[in-house]
């Protein structure tokens, strides 16, 4: 199998659209040969891990699902640094593979969950871990939760794992208590050393003579004469050996212990015999005289430069402690918030996945319902316009005027659910926005003013030109509606180029977009209405006036086509609505002129039409009959591969994509091709089974056609196929 069929395939299984947006695992996910490993294809996943794994990468918190049975590992960009040396192998794979060294440890955990228990927190777990470059182990530490995530039958998808990795901090804790200890046993030391003969020496000093004498190990300890010290010498000797910062300080507690009288006590730096400066204490008493005058001070010199200097580092030990306290305080404050941002963000997605499920099954079988009703009336009132019945016309021209609006209805809920079946082709956006601006003129009012600026050299897009044209009007009548009183609407066209940084903000992959953004000059919205606008069914008008689905619809189609929308607004001054769309790097070809005749198109060309919908089935025939086209009928994949597989003559396959009978329309188109490589094929679809019909990725010979659709549009897609 050739590269290109190989990357069609992954695309083909869903991947693509599940990983879309920013990140390196996510890019990995995307060309990951799923159907090798134990989970599978992802568009056979369960709608629960499906929703999960759509999550996961927009937390900044550590996540990993243990998916299935073999709790095989789907994980985000921050899990990727718990793994280290073992990503990006570990993806998709068995957890007894890729934690193999600690399996022992984690699956009776997980089991445990796994079978009904109550969800699990580990506070600063040790593990013993091999995910070191070229080999080898190392100790870590985690607080980690896990959980069972289910579907709504409660079967296990898989066990959610948040993981903070609190290996540094552990590490810290260890090393401050090891220099508590540390100084502690210190500062026994030096009580020990003082009490052995710390002692310097010590001095009486006659104030009134100002006769200061001290003993010989003074004298020594600090170069003096003991003899002279013996005697008796002035103060002033002694203050030339005090560090030139402290005398001031020696002076004024002096000074204060001759006023007051009694004990004294003081620690300052002096110079000793070997030129060096040294801490020490002088503890004394000055005795005054019956009258109050200062007499005598005697003391006693203390060495205190060890204990200064264990006090030093038992205070710098407490300053430390008390940052990393006030550090940590911090810290599992913003992971607590982080945690419970990411529990929120999960709840979300499971909801909107389960209102997409809904949404996306009733457009399903209202959309079949729509073709049969739309189809029968335009065939009828073709039959009546032929026999010249008058007055029926005005009730079909109104029921089918009443299926076209239902079938936009059911659009715009495809769109939201990212659901809807996309025609993506090149596009020159500049060329369909200025092809649009008379029908947003007349669509807006004579009140509102629109103006286009499309930048030069705009880069072409790969969109489905029909739900962009659809967007647009959307915006543009949300923007009306914020100026009552009317205004100015400006569209305007601009080439992007975002780095990792511009990128990460619009929750996009780096590289290159075209920008469509709708400005108007209306009332702006609030901070706390723009999270909500692209909610489904969410809206500010009046009950009856919007049903809140064109800003999701909007969104959602511009997110399937892999790109983002964002929104800036002032009270007072306007919005602006952004569409960022990737660019598209081949050429855009030329307008074709559409032929609405439906008559005589055929040559005998011979169309194998396979549906479910026995009504949808006549109808289709019927308009392909009349067209000259010769007909065969299938009303499952197998009876339709069966004629497909005999010599019968066909030139183009007709099927729906969601089949009964154990084969959809994807997998009748793949089994045709090998008897039939050059079989034109043509998908129908009421529901969006993007993953069977390729994403917007078909081959070519492949065309897709969204139910309902007209008589005109069914005959002229089938005359372009077959040329």
Not at 36 to 50: F, I, K, V
Not at 192 to 203: E, K, S
Not at 417 to 432: C, E, G, V, W
Not at 529 to 536: A, E, G, N, T
Request: hydrophobic residues 40%; glycine residues 10%; aromatic residues 8%.
């Amino acid at each position: 199998m050739g590269s290109e069929s190989v990357s069609s395939s992954r695309l083909a299984n869903g991947a693509a659209e599940l990983f879309a947006g920013p990140g390196e695992v996510r890019a990995l996910a995307r060309d990951l040969d799923w159907a090798a490993t134990p989970l599978g294809t992802p568009d056979t996943w369960s709608p629960a891990l499906r929703s999960a794994a759509l999550w996961i990468f927009d937390t900044p918190v550590p996540v990993c699902l243990w998916s299935g049975p073999e709790y095989a590992l789907v994980y985000n960009d921050a899990y990727r640094r718990i793994l280290a040396a073992k990503h990006p192998t570990s993806l998709g794979q068995p957890g007894s593979v890729a934690w193999a060294e600690i399996w022992e440890q984690l699956k009776p955990q997980f089991d445990q969950v796994r079978d009904g228990g109550a969800p699990s927190y580990f506070e600063d777990a040790p593990f013993v871990m091999a995910r070191l470059e070229g080999g080898g182990t190392e100790n870590a530490w985690f607080s980690y939760s896990l959980s069972a995530l289910r579907d709504e039958d409660e079967t296990f998808a898989a066990v959610l794992n948040i993981s903070p990795e609190t290996t540094a901090r552990v590490l810290a804790d260890a090393a401050l208590k090891q220099s508590q200890a540390a100084a502690r046993v210190d500062a026994q030391r030096v009580q020990l050393a003082l009490a052995a003969g710390a002692i310097v020496g010590t001095w009486f000093w006659d104030i009134p003579a100002d006769q200061f004498t001290a003993d010989e190990p003074f004298a020594r300890a600090f170069g003096l004469d003991p003899v002279r010290c013996r005697e008796g010498i002035p103060l002033a000797d002694i203050f030339a050996t005090v560090h030139p910062d402290d005398q001031a300080g020696l002076a004024g507690a002096i000074e204060a212990a001759t006023v007051r009288g009694g004990p004294y006590s003081h620690q300052y730096r002096v110079r000793r015999a070997d030129e060096r400066y040294y801490w020490i204490e002088a503890n004394g008493r000055v005795d005054h005289g019956p009258t109050g005058e200062p007499l005598s001070f005697p003391g006693v010199l203390i060495d205190v430069e060890e204990r200064r200097a264990v006090e030093a580092d038992r205070d710098r030990a407490t300053a430390e402690l008390r940052t990393l306290n006030e550090t940590l305080e911090q810290r599992v404050a913003e992971r607590t918030a982080e945690l419970m941002l990411a529990e929120e963000a999960l709840r979300q997605a499971q909801k909107m996945e389960a209102v997409g499920q809904l949404t996306g099954g009733i457009a399903h079988d209202f959309n079949n319902l729509l073709m049969g009703i739309g189809g029968s009336l335009e065939m009828l009132e073709r039959r009546l316009a032929k026999q010249g019945v008058d007055g029926v016309e005005r009730y079909l021209h109104g029921a089918q005027s009443s299926t076209r609006r239902a079938a936009s209805l059911t659009q715009r809920l495809l769109a939201f659910s990212r659901r809807q079946t996309l025609d993506p082709k090149p596009t020159d956006i500049n060329r369909l926005i200025y092809g649009l601006e008379d029908l947003l003129r007349r669509t807006v009012g004579p009140s509102v003013e629109v103006e286009v600026v499309g930048q030069g050299g705009l880069w072409p897009a790969r969109i489905d030109a029909a739900q962009l044209e659809s967007a647009l009007i959307n915006l543009a009548i949300n923007a009306r509606d914020a100026m009552p009183g009317g205004g100015r609407i400006t569209i305007e066209t601009g080439n992007k180029w975002f780095d990792d940084r511009g990128a990460r903000e619009r929750e996009l992959s780096p590289g290159q977009y075209l920008s469509i953004c709708v400005t108007d000059t209306g009332t702006g919205i609030e901070k706390e209405v723009v999270d909500k606008i692209f909610d489904p069914f969410f809206t500010t008008k009046p009950i009856g006036e919007g049903t809140g689905l064109g800003l999701s619809m909007v969104h959602g189609f511009v997110r399937q086509s892999g790109g983002q929308v964002r929104v800036y607004s002032e009270i007072g001054q306007g919005t602006t609505m952004c569409l960022y769309l990737p660019r598209y790097l081949g050429d855009v070809p030329a307008e074709e002129s559409e032929d609405a005749a439906t008559a005589d198109l055929g040559t005998g060309e011979t169309i194998l039409i396979v549906d479910d919908e026995p009504t949808v089935r006549m109808l289709m025939a019927d308009i392909l009959s009349e067209a000259g086209f010769n007909i065969l009928e299938a009303q499952d994949g197998p009876s339709g591969l069966r004629l497909l597989e005999s010599n019968a003559r066909i030139d183009l396959l007709i099927t729906d994509v969601g089949l009964p009978g154990g084969m959809n329309g994807r997998q009748v188109a793949d089994a045709a091709r090998s008897s039939r490589p050059d079989l034109k094929i043509l998908f129908v679809t009421g529901f969006a089974e993007n993953a069977a019909v390729g994403n917007g990725h078909l081959p070519p010979g492949m065309e897709v056609l969204t139910k309902p659709f007209q008589v005109v549009e069914l005959a002229n897609k089938v005359s372009e196929i077959l040329g």
